[in-house]
């Protein structure tokens, strides 16, 4: 039966490295090769499904690191698993949860893994598993994070001229704010075809800072503001947002569900990023967009630049939600310069292209991987 045939045999968790097309900065990191987590979670019946576990340069953007998920995936979470049914993704989760506290990222590939096998197993697409699909595409936008304002004009053109964005995040708090908003107005200048413009501070401002540069940005016609304040201040952000005639996101002050209501019901933000690293698992994801809507905020399809892997595993509920009026920002696959499966995920007509076929809808190349592979 079901249950029997879906037992989980065998988790495995590799350390795979792909250069990026350019260096990648934010507030707090700068990268130019990008490192993840591949998850193979194997059952009775050999199917074996995949997940991808993000980090952004190390242990920066949140605590963990490829070394940790692979020690949480390896020494802790997959025994727990093992002869768990796939079939009953809760009781994976519950196990998950007694055996490893937070590790949100590792948690988060081995569930996707678990769902990827068990859709394979069914022959259905991963969105059935949360409902079934209301979209086949959803609006993706670019990031400009090079820090480099001429190279950002011209990559930004090129995405314009190649149809595959319109909408742009800027990422800020790696110079300091002068420099940024000189940045920003000359993108604004040179590239009066970009459309929305999402300016990502990843939490590198203060209230005062803040307060100083908020005109400047809504001269600029930026659209909305994400994490401007560190992600502990949840009273800076209320205050901000009240005072802002420009949306906040929040991203980094909200991983749980609790965090996510406080947030709504504070006021920190009118938006929510959505991201996989943070809810710790794909049921989880389409629970925290549930808590963030009802506490106040719109959705956001988020990212921690995944390859293909994690931008389907992000789509496969993405595409489930009823509202998603942000967009998402899965850029990830168009980032490195090559991908470990043989069917990266379709970009065209500013829309990235939610996977078709079973499961996940994307497959390991072998030979590719072996290649990406961090020697151990
Ligand atoms: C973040 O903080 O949003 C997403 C896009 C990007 O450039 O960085 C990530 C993380
Ligand atoms: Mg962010």
């Known amino acids: 039966d079901l249950l029997r045939q879906t037992a989980i045999r065998e988790i495995r968790a590799q350390i795979v490295t792909l250069p990026s097309v ?45 070394e940790s998920i692979q020690a949480a995936v390896t020494r802790y979470l997959a025994p727990a698993l ?59 936008l670019w990031a400009l994070a090079s820090g480099d304002a001429e190279q950002e004009v011209e990559e930004a053109r090129a995405k314009l001229a190649a149809r595959e964005h319109r909408d742009f995040k800027i990422k800020l708090g790696f110079a300091s704010p002068e420099d940024d908003l ?39 016609r930026v659209d909305l503001i994400e994490q401007p304040l560190p992600g502990d201040d949840f009273e800076g952000m209320a205050r901000v947002a009240a005072q802002s005639p420009i949306p906040l996101m929040v991203d980094e002050a909200a991983f749980t569900h609790r965090e996510i209501t406080r947030a ?27 808590v963030a809507e009802s506490s106040g905020m719109e959705l956001y399809g988020g990212c921690l630049l995944e390859g293909s892997i994690g931008a389907a595993a992000h789509l496969a509920v993405f595409a489930t939600l009823p509202r998603l009026p942000q967009g998402c920002e899965h850029f990830g696959p168009r980032l490195h310069v090559s991908e470990i499966v043989k069917d990266p995920l379709v970009i065209e007509d500013f829309h990235l292209c939610v996977p078709q076929g079973p499961g996940l809808g994307v497959h390991l190349d072998e030979d590719r991987l072996r290649d990406a592979l961090r020697p151990s």
């Open 82 to 140: 093992l002869d768990c049914p796939a079939a009953r993704p809760a009781e994976a989760a519950l196990r998950m949860a007694k055996a490893a506290f937070r590790n949100n990222a590792a948690k988060g590939a081995v569930e996707t893994a678990i769902y990827d096998a068990l859709a394979q197993t069914l022959d259905v697409p991963l969105t059935l598993l949360f409902g079934g699909a209301l979209r086949d595409r959803v609006p993706v």
């Open 264 to 290: 709504g019901t504070m006021g920190c933000g009118s938006v929510y990023s959505l991201k996989l690293v943070k809810s710790g698992g794909l049921r989880a994801l389409t629970q925290a967009a549930r």
């Open 22 to 66: 350019r260096a990648h900065r934010l507030s707090n990191t700068e990268f130019s090769h990008r490192e993840f987590v591949l998850v193979r979670v194997r059952l009775a019946n050999g199917i074996e499904g995949i997940g991808e576990a993000a980090v952004l340069g190390g242990p920066r953007w949140a605590e963990e690191s490829v």
């Open 182 to 220: 000189r940045r920003l107005r000359r993108l604004r200048d040179e590239v009066p075809e970009m459309r929305r413009l999402i300016v990502d501070v990843n939490q590198a401002w203060s209230e005062a800072d803040c307060r100083r540069f908020l005109p400047a940005l809504q001269e600029l």
